[in-house]
């Protein structure tokens, strides 16, 4: 059996031999915090998350998925078919955490205009610079 020390119960992501960075990224990472966002609406097979998570590669979904289900946010179930069909779905874990991306995801998207005006000040700005 392992022994987990007291030190690596303490989380404190902003110190750099954090354990919880790992799960952080995993999470808010390109692909994981969209997958999550996903697997919040329904359970998905591969091949119809992948749909859902448009422009994610085969491999990068894979990693994504493998990463989430060892940090406990994902199960991964084989469903008794021939072929054998792979079915993903929230942990309770994963469903607090997509519930809380699903709200800055949304603050993001109403916000989309104001970003937009931004960054044109912005590369206009940048522009005049030059």
């Not at 990463?67 to 199960?75: K, P």
């Not at 005006?117 to 912005?122: E, G």
């Amino acid at each position: 059996m392992t022994e987990i020390s007291d030190q690596s119960l303490e989380a404190d992501v902003f110190a750099r031999d954090c354990s919880s960075r790992t799960t952080l990224q995993a999470v808010t990472g390109r692909w994981g915090s969209l997958v999550l966002i996903a697997l919040g609406e329904s359970n998905y097979r591969f091949s119809a998350l992948r749909r859902r998570v448009d422009g994610v590669s085969e491999r990068m979904l894979s990693q994504t998925l493998q990463n989430l289900e060892r940090d406990g946010m994902i199960v991964r179930t084989v469903l008794e078919a021939i072929p054998p069909k792979v079915e993903y779905h929230l942990t309770p874990l994963g469903r607090q955490v997509a519930d809380h991306l699903s709200g800055l995801i949304e603050l993001v998207q109403d916000n989309m205009p104001a970003v937009r005006d931004a960054q044109a000040r912005y590369d206009e700005r940048r522009g005049a610079g030059d």
